[in-house]
C-alpha cells in the first residue's frame, strides 16, 4: 500500500519536485569525474542520509512528506569531497544545525578511513560547538554517542588510548542496552585488545543477542578480536532522535511492520516464556529495540521475577524503493525478543535484569508508556460520544 501511495504521488508532484528542488538547492562548484552531480546524493554519499530542502533535514524530519527517515551505506570513494559539498548545500539551512552536524560526524570518520585522524578530530571540534546548549538528552544518546565513539576511534588510533576508553565508556552508558555502541566500541578496541577490556562487552552482547555467545566464547579463546572494519563501524552509528522521532504508543498502526507485531501472540497468563515486539516506521532502530527490551523487562516484573534471558531476537529493518528518484528508503523497523523468565534463585552469566532495564529506559518513555496505558483504558471501556476512537466491533 505504501509504494502504491508513493507511485501516485511521485506521478502527481513530480514535475513540482523537480523546480523545487532545483530551487532549493545552492549552485555547487565542478566536481571530478565520478562525483555526485546533485546536491542531494553528495549529502547521501556522505552521511547516507537523503538531501534537504524547506520541508526537512532528513534525519529527524524527511524532506518530503512521502519519504521515511533512515540510513543508506554513504560513499567510501571521494567521501570527504562529497562531505565538502554537503556542508556547502547546508550553507544554505542554518536552521538544520543537526544535519551539519551528521555531515560533519561522518567527515571525521571518512577523514579516519583516509588516516587522517588529525583532520578526523578537527571536524569533530567543530560539530560539537553546534551542539545546542544545554544539551538534551534525544542529542546526548544520538549524535552526542556517535560523537564520542568516532571520536575515541581517532584517539585510539593515535595510540591515546585511556582518554578513548573514557569516551566509549561514556558513549556505553549513555546506551548500555545497544548493540551497535557495544560492537562499535569492541572495533575502538581492535583486534588485539586486553582481555580484561574486551570481556564486560563481549557479555552484555551475549545477553542482548545469543548469538553472540558463541563469538564470546571464540574471541575469549583466542584472546583477539577481528580486524578493524571501518565501513561497518560507520554503519552501526546511531540515527540523530528527536521528540518528532518518538511513536505515541507501541505501535504505529499505519505501518505494514506492525503486522508481524500482531502475529506475535500475547503471552499467557503466568507464562515464563514469551515473545514481546515493538514495530515502527518513524523510532530510530535503537529505540525500536530498548521498546521491545523495556516491555520485556516489565512483563518479567509482572511476574514477580527480577531476571530473564533472551534465547532468541529477531531485528529487521524494510525498505522501499521511490519510483521516481530510484532511491531506496527505510520503510520501518521491527524487533522481537523471545524471553524466558527465570526463577530469582537461578545462577546466569547471560541473564538481563528487568529492574536494571526499567529504571534506565522507562524514564526516556515515560510519554509513549502513558498512551499506551490510555489506549489501553479506551480499549476497555464502552464507546461514548467524545472519544475519538470508534466503538468496538461485535
Not at 554517542?145 to 576511534?153: D, F, K, P, S, T
Not at 542496552?177 to 569492541?186: D, H, K
Not at 521475577?305 to 523497523?333: H, K, L
Request: with cysteine.
Amino acid at each position: 500500500m505504501r509504494v502504491i501511495v508513493a507511485t501516485l504521488l511521485c506521478v502527481l508532484l513530480s514535475a513540482v519536485a523537480q523546480s523545487a528542488s532545483a530551487e532549493d538547492q545552492p549552485s555547487l562548484p565542478p566536481v571530478e569525474q565520478g562525483m555526485a552531480p546533485s546536491a542531494g546524493a553528495a549529502l547521501r554519499a556522505c552521511d547516507g542520509f537523503g538531501g534537504v530542502s524547506a520541508g526537512g533535514d532528513d534525519i529527524i524530519r524527511p524532506q518530503r512528506s512521502m519519504d521515511t527517515l533512515g540510513r543508506v551505506e554513504p560513499s567510501f570513494e571521494h567521501s570527504v569531497q562529497y562531505c565538502d559539498r554537503a556542508l556547502l548545500v547546508l550553507d544554505a539551512y542554518p536552521q538544520y544545525w543537526l544535519r551539519r552536524v551528521s555531515v560533519l560526524q561522518s567527515r571525521a570518520l571518512h577523514r579516519i578511513i583516509a588516516n587522517d585522524t588529525t583532520g578526523a578530530l578537527a571536524d569533530l571540534d567543530a560539530a560539537d560547538a553546534l551542539v545546542h546548549q544545554p544539551v538534551d538528552a534525544d542529542y546526548s544518546r544520538s549524535l552526542g554517542v556517535n560523537g564520542q565513539l568516532i571520536r575515541a576511534l581517532a584517539l585510539q588510533l593515535q595510540g591515546r588510548d585511556a582518554q578513548a576508553a573514557a569516551l566509549s565508556a561514556s558513549a556505553i552508558s549513555q546506551r548500555p542496552y545497544n548493540r551497535p555502541v557495544l560492537i562499535a566500541a569492541l572495533i575502538i578496541l581492535g583486534p588485539d585488545a586486553p582481555r580484561e577490556q574486551m570481556l564486560p562487552l563481549l557479555v552484555q552482547l551475549a545477553r542482548l543477542d545469543p548469538r553472540w555467545a558463541s563469538m564470546y566464547d571464540r574471541y575469549l579463546v583466542g584472546a583477539r578480536l577481528p580486524p578493524r572494519d571501518l565501513h561497518a563501524f560507520f554503519m552501526l552509528m546511531l540515527e540523530a532522535e528527536a521528540p518528532n522521532r518518538v511513536s505515541h504508543g507501541w505501535e504505529a498502526p499505519s505501518t505494514s511492520q506492525v503486522v508481524e507485531c500482531y502475529q506475535v501472540q500475547s503471552p499467557r497468563a503466568g507464562a515464563r516464556s514469551f515473545d514481546v515486539c515493538a514495530a515502527s516506521e518513524n523510532d530510530t532502530p535503537a529505540m525500536t529495540e530498548e521498546r521491545a527490551l523495556l516491555d520485556a523487562a516489565q512483563k518479567t516484573i509482572a511476574l514477580h521475577a527480577a531476571s530473564f534471558v533472551i534465547e532468541r531476537r529477531r531485528d529487521t529493518a524494510t525498505s522501499w524503493t521511490d519510483p521516481y528518484s530510484r532511491q531506496q528508503t527505510q520503510g520501518g523497523y521491527v524487533s522481537i525478543v523471545s524471553v524466558r523468565v527465570l526463577d530469582d534463585s537461578a545462577e546466569c552469566g547471560h541473564c538481563l535484569n528487568a529492574n536494571d532495564i526499567v529504571q534506565t529506559l522507562a524514564p526516556r518513555y515515560a510519554q509513549q508508556l502513558a498512551d499506551q496505558e490510555a489506549a489501553r483504558l479506551r480499549r476497555s471501556r464502552p464507546h461514548h460520544p467524545g472519544d475519538n476512537i470508534p466503538p468496538p466491533r461485535h
